[in-house]
């Protein structure tokens, strides 16, 4: 006989250190000893069950031993003098120490989880429906004599286990369930009971759960940035620098926002056109105007009658000449505030337009948005302070994870910028070849979608090259949501996923690279050959 099959296996060192627990250890050892192979014993099983007025009831067994012929017998432990006082309806134990322990009747303990957890393992799959299940329930105190005969219509003496008989518990057990009806259960029964105490589980955090916890702590700190706002809201002229996820367009848009509801006629500006369909969506329902600013030639020169329809590779040249004769010609068009998102892209003749189409030039808000990374852009602050331009620096990223931060930040240089983001998932970056490139980004985007349960529409693929951009959005048109762009068209954006096609055209735009790294907020993944992952990450 090599003994009984234990849940747990072994105690842990904790529970046999407890001395609240000292009575439970010996039975638990007695019992592994004394019942054969055939039988299985679960320690400390706790239950909810259900009262007949639909109420949740909380319950624990000390121990279950399930026997495939036997049947179930449920058991209750208590050390110490154990003493029942019917007319308080309490149970009291004394230690050695004279301590007294006021316990739930065991009693009604035992035969409630012998109750609960037979009706518990007749509704599972696979239970015998006809089958008349064997079930006891039994009291084991280790320290008392014992009791000179039945304690009561529900305590025959037989229930009982004490210090006498302890040593032979096993013969004790095998007595409580024998006599009367009882069918076996077999092997399959007992698996079943295994699954009802013991279930072994992993319940998996997809990677999206994750990702959007990231993403609220983002959203919270994002708005903190609006105290620029209040600091200068008495000037005409601001610019506000700072680097890739620092805010800048959030405060774009909260300073149009604010500039327009105060009575100012508002435009906000930008160079790319999804940017500025992004800016649209989050202004809509307000009275600010947002526009690229080919766009905005384009509608002055025809809403003066200038030019009907003016090419957009036109309005880039001759655009700022025709603003500022638009609003000669018609006073009407003049703006009271202008509100400028990645300024850095503005050429030095489009700012002296935009002077020239306000109300009043000194007077009139002309507020500037840009990006600091002087090792892209150059150092701006001179050139704007040529147009009297009070410059101001965001110098804290509530956009990206420090993670994704840290990876950005090898292609900035300029003010020091904290990350104040959670720290987030390391990047990924995976290697492969040119031929097998689309299918690591196939397989990259179904482990975020299927496997990480992260929503489409929460990630973009980026990549530096037109031809490369068609052949994905061909593979991952099954993927319905997913963004695939160039690079340079996702200036001023972000996702909460990105995945990067780092191809070798991206080592020639440094520009680009620092744009392509800073645009996931929660999680970045890059894809390309062994040497352009090698310098993007510094190695």
């Not at 005409?236 to 327009?260: F, N, Q």
């Amino acid at each position: 006989m090599t003994g009984a099959k234990m849940w747990p296996h072994t105690l842990p060192q904790q529970v046999r250190d407890d001395p609240l627990r000292s009575a439970e250890v010996k039975v638990f050892d007695l019992l592994e000893k004394q019942l054969g192979d055939d039988w299985t014993v679960f320690y400390s099983r706790p239950w909810l069950g259900i009262t007949p007025y639909g109420e949740e009831k909380d319950g624990e067994a000390d121990f279950v031993v399930v026997h495939p012929d036997r049947g179930l017998l449920t058991i209750e432990v208590k050390g110490g003098e154990i003493t029942r006082d019917p007319a308080a309806m309490k149970w009291v134990s004394r230690d050695r120490h004279g301590v007294r322990h006021y316990i739930k009747d065991p009693v009604r303990q035992a035969t409630s989880a012998e109750h609960n957890l037979f009706k518990k393992v007749q509704v599972m799959p696979g239970w015998p429906g006809n089958a008349f299940l064997r079930t006891r329930h039994g009291i084991v105190f280790t320290d008392t004599e014992d009791p000179p005969g039945n304690l009561g219509a529900e305590m025959p003496r037989e229930i009982f286990c004490c210090r006498r008989e302890l040593p032979r518990i096993g013969g004790w057990v095998r007595a409580r369930l024998s006599g009367g009806k009882g069918d076996p259960i077999g092997a399959a029964g007992i698996k079943l009971f295994e699954d009802l105490l013991a279930l072994p589980f992993t319940l998996r955090v997809p990677l999206g759960n994750y990702l959007s916890d990231d993403d609220q702590t983002i959203e919270s700190l994002t708005p903190q940035q609006f105290y620029v706002l209040d600091a200068v809201a008495h000037m005409s002229r601001v610019a506000a620098g700072g680097g890739a996820g620092t805010g800048k367009t959030i405060v774009a848009l909260e300073d149009a926002r604010r500039l327009a509801e105060a009575g100012l006629k508002t435009v906000l500006l930008c160079l790319g056109d999804r940017l500025a369909v992004h800016l649209r969506e989050r202004l809509k329902g307000t009275p600010v105007q947002v526009w690229t600013f080919a766009e905005l030639c384009r509608h002055y020169a025809a809403s003066a009658g200038l030019v009907a329809d003016l090419p957009a590779s036109d309005a880039i040249e001759k655009g700022p000449d025709l603003l500022i004769r638009a609003v000669k010609k018609d006073k009407t068009l003049r703006l009271d505030a202008i509100v400028v998102d990645e300024a850095q892209d503005f050429r030095t003749q489009w700012w002296i337009a935009l002077e020239d189409i306000l109300v009043d030039p000194k007077s009139s808000r002309l507020h500037a948005f840009y990006d600091t990374n002087q090792s892209v852009y150059g150092d701006l602050t001179g050139e704007l302070a040529a147009f009297a331009i009070v410059p101001i620096r965001l110098t804290r990223n509530l956009r990206n994870t420090k993670a994704i931060h840290t990876a950005a930040s090898r292609f900035y240089r300029g003010n020091p910028i904290t990350a104040d983001g959670p720290q987030g998932y390391a990047v990924a970056w995976k290697t492969c070849t040119p031929a097998t490139m689309d299918k690591q980004v196939v397989d990259t985007v179904r482990e975020l979608t299927i496997g990480g349960e992260v929503a489409p529409e929460n990630i973009v693929v980026l990549a530096m090259s037109e031809k490369v951009i068609l052949l994905l959005q061909q593979r991952l048109a099954a993927f319905e949501g997913v963004t695939i762009t160039h690079v340079r068209d996702f200036k001023g954006l972000e996702r909460q996923a990105v995945v990067l096609v780092a191809s070798r055209e991206i080592a020639d735009e440094r520009e680009l690279a620092y744009v392509a790294l800073s645009r996931p907020r929660a999680h970045l993944t890059v894809v390309g050959e062994a040497d352009i992952l090698s310098w993007l990450e510094g190695r």
